[in-house]
Each structure stands twice: as C-alpha cells, then as structure tokens.
C-alpha cells in the first residue's frame, strides 16, 4: 500500500533564510506523482510544484524546488529565500498513476512558521 | 488559470437539518472531483470521488446516505450532509482535475474549503 510520511509536525526559519521540508513515500508502483501543497490558516490548498517519477530532472517553481531521490524514495521540499507569507502547513501527496482513481495521499503535514 | 470555487465558506446550522455545499471548476471543466474532510490539525481525509453523470465512490467508512454527492456536470459537484449532527462539525474541501491531462500529472486544484459547525 502506499505512505507519504512527514517527520516534521513543525518547524520555524529566519525570513530570508531556506528550509527543506521532508517527505518520504512507499509504493509499489513504478509510476507515480509527487505533489506538494500549502495550506495557509485561511484553509485553501495551494498548488506548489509536482515531480513525475520519471522526470530526470528535479521540478522547480519560482521559489520551490523539489529534491527528489528516487533511490530513497524522498521528495523534500526545498523554499528558498523564506517570507514571512510562507507560514503555513505544506502537505506533501502522492498519486498512483497505475490506481484506478485519480486518488491522492496525503501525509500529516509540516507546519512552517517563519520568523522576521 | 484552474480556479475552483467552494460555497459557502462557512455555515452554522442546527442539529438534524441539511447542509448543501457547491464546488465549483471556473476556467475548466473537471472530469472528477473530490471531496475531503480535514479536522484540527490534521490531514486530509478523502471522502469520495466524484465522477461527472456517475454515482460517486465512496471510501471505507463514509456513510453514502449521510453525505449525498451529485456531480450533475462537468463545472458542478455538490456535498449534502444530511439530517447533520454536531460531530459531522467539520472543515470540508473540494478539488477538481481538469479534463484531458494526463493522468499521472493530473493535478487537483483545490477549493477553498466550507467551515461546518453543527448546534
């Protein structure tokens, strides 16, 4: 069956400063999708950056990149340069491509609080 | 682009009655939707998918008849607790995949969630 596991329940950084966010995962399947996504305290999921397991390259969005290690089977999330607006919970997920659903997991989340 | 609306944000409603909320996809059309709880700093837990002109899937543990989903059209799906009780108090979100994309990259957009607290 398949995990997402989030180690950190929370963690605190300096504005300005990077932090990566851990996520590991289990799954059977040699195809799948890695999903990050942040949820400030007003409760909407955002979107942040998707890592395909075949992708050779590791996925970036403006500030987010993922290190993925396909090897270990992790898929930390790295933010550089933080701002004070990134304080929020970020989940990370998981979607099987070879599952009869378009289901995603998700792990417990990590809860960022950035400090001026 | 891939805005998803959730209506209402918040309800506040009295023990035994029912509680209609709408998803919405704005700029797509959504081949499935899905419908989440979340309590208290905690995960997301998925209810149901819900597929559009189909009966919803429902995961283990979610009662059919207390929580209807109708998903009329590829832009609509709607969550009805019925006869809502305090403990079915909770946050509720929706999510939306966008038609043609494949599958593996097949992103949820999500909305931005209904705050239910049953009297």
């Known amino acids: 069956a398949q995990k997402i596991t989030q180690t950190q329940p929370g963690m605190f950084v300096q504005e300005k400063e990077a932090v990566t966010l851990d996520c590991t995962y289990d799954t059977s399947d040699p195809s799948y999708g890695l999903f990050w996504y942040k949820q400030p305290s007003s409760g909407e999921m955002i979107f942040l950056i998707y890592?395909?397991?075949?992708?050779?390259q590791n996925a970036t969005e403006g500030r987010y990149s993922l290190n993925f290690q396909k090897a270990r089977k992790s898929a930390n999330l790295v933010i550089s340069a933080s701002q004070l607006g990134d304080s929020a919970m970020y989940f990370c997920?998981?979607?099987?491509?070879?599952?009869?659903?378009?289901?995603?997991?998700f792990g417990t989340g990590t809860l960022l609080a950035v400090q001026p | 682009g891939a805005v998803v609306s959730q209506h209402p944000s918040w309800v506040i409603c009295k023990s035994g009655t029912s509680v209609k909320i709408e998803c919405r996809s704005l700029?797509?059309?959504?081949?499935?939707m899905f419908w989440y709880r979340q309590f208290p700093k905690q995960s997301l837990m998925l209810m149901a998918t819900?597929?559009?002109?189909?009966?919803?899937?429902?995961e283990q543990g979610v009662e059919k008849d207390k929580f209807l989903i109708n998903h009329a059209s590829l832009t609509l799906s709607t969550l009805t607790v019925t006869s809502a009780h305090p403990e079915d108090s909770s946050f509720y979100i929706c999510?939306?995949?966008?038609?043609?994309?494949?599958?593996?990259?097949?992103?949820?957009?999500f909305g931005a969630g209904t705050r239910l607290s049953v009297l």
């Open positions: 700029d797509f059309q959504a081949t499935t």
């Open positions: 819900s597929n559009e002109g189909s009966k919803a899937t429902y």
């Open positions: 890592q395909g397991s075949y992708d050779q």
């Open positions: 997920a998981m979607r099987e491509r070879g599952g009869a659903t378009n289901k995603l997991i």
């Open positions: 999510s939306a995949s966008q038609v043609g994309q494949m599958l593996a990259k097949n992103i949820q957009y």
